[in-house]
């Protein structure tokens, strides 16, 4: 009886996300451990995907293990002449590989990000032969990342190939510690400098996040990966292509307030079978006396 109600339950739950409208182009989640999709729209299809680059150039980074408190010297060859996108890491400063990572996940720097791949052993070239080999080992077969930034409209990938990354990417320390924080200081040339979260969900009252990043490019849109953890169950969610960062943003509410009132509505089914259950067994107790 119990598992029927909870085959009604989550049929009428997928038939609730299946009317909920989403701004976001592509849209998937998925529940963490299980890998059963809680909700799909377009998760197949091939778009680009910008600073959510930056995950896939972390990893490889971090699975070389180099010196993390080798400093690094901002080049000029790291500065963005493909979007001319602003940073706040100036030409010629000299910052730790540990703060160069945080940088370019935290606050989706592109200098950062492009001098780690510029420093990464053997070069440029080295860097994106094991960005590739990373790719083939996580079975995304429908993502092709040329350049370690996310500037490129070429670096291309679906919400389910991201939905690979992100489980790969949660399972880095690092990784989850950086993405997760909300700010901070970094000493640049002498001076402590503040950098803040790109994703304006962490920290945020209500939220429990475990992986986050953000991504952003004329191309691609306004796209976002998480991991959540709401009303006791555990998902990752993929958002590409939303036209502006509330469409983003109200995208990620609607998600995190379905998959708490499944689980909510979940808790009441099965409570009311269970009182249901024990007024049926005390009725025949009754009865045989």
Known sequence: MIKKL???????????????PFGSQSVLVVED??????????????????????????????????????????????????????????VGATISRHDVLLLALMSSDNRAAA?????????????SAAVN????????????LEEPTGLSPNNLSTAADMIKMAE????????RRITTSTRDTIKINGREVEYHNTNRLVGAKGWDIGLSKTGYTNEAGRCLIMRIKTAGKNATLVL??????????????????????????????????????????????????
Request: overall charge positive; aromatic content about 2%.
């Open 33 to 90: 451990g299980t890998g059963k999709i809680l909700l799909e729209k377009n998760a197949n299809m091939v778009v680009p995907i910008a600073s959510l680059t930056k995950l896939m150039t972390a990893m490889v980074v971090l699975d070389a293990k180099p010196d993390m408190d080798a400093e690094i010297n901002i080049d000029q060859i790291d500065v963005d002449t493909l979007k001319h996108s602003s940073s706040r890491v100036p």
């Open 240 to 289: 590409l292509n939303a036209r502006a960062n509330s469409v983003r943003v109200l995208d990620a509410l609607s998600i995190r307030r379905m998959i708490s009132g499944a689980a909510a509505e979940s808790k009441v089914r099965v409570i009311g079978h269970k009182r249901r259950a024990a007024k049926h067994g005390s009725q025949r107790r009754r009865a045989a006396r």
């Open 6 to 20: 909870l085959a009604v339950l989550l049929t009428s739950f997928a038939a609730s996300v299946a009317a909920q």
């Open 168 to 175: 790969a990417a949660a399972n880095y320390p690092d990784i």
């Open 115 to 127: 001098s780690l791949a510029r420093t990464y052993q053997g070069g440029p070239k080295a860097f």
């Open 133 to 144: 080999a990373k790719i083939k080992a996580l079975g995304m077969t429908h993502t092709v």
